[in-house]
């Protein structure tokens, strides 16, 4: 039932109009209770739907029931999914297809026609995958066509089977990857270096946009659970540069391009180059509505957010704030990147109405989002009670973050929140200290812990309360004067 749920409540608005009518298009009667119980489950009914669907209890039925709906959804999400494919992916299958059924009926000209048509899209489209069906089919036929070289065709077997085999070890380096970052460990490059070195993975410009885009997703996801993107902005770039020189390829691999984008605006953004940061935005919007806006709803929200985020640590927090207000459906990041906006303009009443609207534990936006988001929260909640001035409070949530997290900071090696917080409980206890030359010596000591242009810009934010207590200053304008 959780699976049915969970699946129903992924749909929007539109895909809930197409399987309705998806679905009464297939149903033979009128009265049926395959929408019915569809649309108890959208509304939020749990409990006693065989009773109300059958009008008395009838557990059996209703067991029945939802293995046929779970099997209309999966056959509208398949049939959906295929029709949503881009136009060249299909061709390019039917092509295969189609080719293979003329020469198993003998139409050996057009069926080695048709083959070779297929191989073109397909090295267009860096399929290669499909590349080694098509080979392997013509290497299968290669005595009944005159035409062609068995000799050349081999050769070009054999020089995709390399690229599809590397394609392949990178899909088991990713997912090696992904599973050893889930346990946060300590050095996280030598983890992917590791991989990559035992993979044998070359990065160059035979890797597909979507291996290109792999790649630098765990490069992403090390720096930000390091919260270090200068350490591997080289690497990154390195990836980008590949990306640039298949441009021209971009357009048969929106979806990756697009994501490849984002990821590299972010990574801008969070090593301080706004600029350039801006630029890709600004590539990623004409990026996304290409294709009737196929993708628009995938990044959308991620690129409002980023825009936010650019707006505000570039002296424009209004723009900020307007922006990330102005989105419909508020996700756990736009919530608490809007909270932070407004404690950085010196609202603490008002952050303190959006820290307050995230209801569940901390456990379950770890699942939700990570540790970091977490910890980000956590620290942002602290920050404000000690600006609305309510020790009880404040003293209570730094017990909790102490108990909580400090075994896993340190396991982790990030004791530079550790030192923050100590720095933060020795501002709440002694507050008229935070004017000596002692407490200031020991929040540079804390804060060179890398150089200014290393740093991360979310760590630099939380340093910048501190400064601002020190210099008397207004907590945005310490937060702009740090990270530019």
């Known amino acids: 039932m959780n699976d049915l749920i969970s699946l129903i409540n992924s749909f929007n608005s539109d895909e809930v109009s197409a399987f309705l009518a998806f679905a009464k298009a297939r149903n033979q009667r009128t009265d049926v209770k395959n929408i019915a119980l569809f649309q108890f489950i959208q509304q939020g009914a749990r409990v006693d739907l065989d009773i109300k669907i059958y009008g008395k209890p009838n557990k059996n039925a209703l067991h029945a029931l939802k ?109 090696t990857v992904q599973k050893a970052l889930k346990t946060h460990p300590v050095n996280v490059y030598k983890v992917i270096k590791t991989q990559l070195d035992l993979f044998q993975i070359s990065i160059d410009q035979h890797l597909s946009f979507k291996s290109l885009y792999q790649l630098m997703n765990i490069a992403t996801e090390a720096a930000t659970l390091k919260s270090d993107y200068a350490g591997v902005s080289i690497f990154i770039n390195h990836i980008y540069d590949i990306v640039e020189l298949k441009k021209h ?137 000690m600006e609305l001035n309510q020790p009880d409070l404040v003293e209570s949530k730094m017990r909790s973050f102490k108990k909580k997290f400090r075994s896993r900071l340190l396991d982790l090696e990030e004791d530079r929140v550790l030192t923050f917080m100590s720095l933060l409980r020795l501002y709440f206890e002694h507050p008229f200290h935070i004017t000596e030359d002692s407490f200031k010596n020991k929040v540079t000591a804390a804060f060179t812990y890398k150089t200014v242009d290393r740093e991360d810009i979310f760590i630099m934010s939380f340093y910048a309360y501190l400064k601002a207590k020190m210099e008397n200053k207004s907590i945005y304008n310490a937060t702009l004067e740090l990270v530019n």
């Not at 293979?100 to 070779?116: A, H, N, V």
């Not at 080694?132 to 995709?160: C, F, G, R």
């Not at 990026?287 to 825009?307: A, D, P, S």
């Not at 809007?338 to 569940?360: G, W, Y």
Request: glycine share 2%.
């Open 67 to 175: 293995n046929r709906l779970k099997e209309s959804l999966i056959d509208f999400i398949a049939i959906n999914g295929f029709a949503s494919e881009s136009q060249e992916e299909m061709q390019l299958f039917k092509l295969v297809l189609a080719a293979r059924i003329f020469l198993e009926r003998e139409q050996y000209k057009l069926g080695f026609k048709t083959l070779k048509k297929a191989a073109s899209m397909a090295i267009a489209l860096e399929s290669y995958v499909v590349l080694q069906e098509i080979y392997y089919t013509q290497v299968q036929y290669a005595h009944l066509n005159d035409v062609m070289s068995l000799e050349e065709t081999i050769k070009a077997y054999q020089e995709n089977e390399k690229r599809y085999l590397a394609e392949s070890r990178l899909v088991m380096a990713y997912a």
């Open 249 to 385: 390829q971009a357009a048969k691999h929106l979806y990756y391009h697009c994501e490849i984008l984002y990821l590299m605006a972010g990574s801008c953004f969070r090593n301080k180059d706004f600029n350039r940061s801006q630029l890709l935005i600004n590539e990623l919007d004409l990026e996304i509505i290409k294709q009737k806006g196929r993708f628009k709803k995938q990044f959308e929200e991620r690129v409002l957010l980023l825009k936010a985020l650019n707006y505000n640590y570039t002296g424009n927090a209004a723009k900020a704030i307007e922006e990330v207000s102005s989105f419909k459906k508020i996700s756990l990041r736009i919530r608490l990147a809007h909270a932070t906006f407004l404690f950085q303009q010196e609202q603490p009443q008002e952050a303190r109405r959006v820290i307050n609207s995230f209801m569940h534990s901390d456990v379950f936006y770890e699942k939700k989002e990570n540790l970091l988001w977490v910890l980000k929260k956590n620290v942002l909640e602290i920050l404000i009670y």
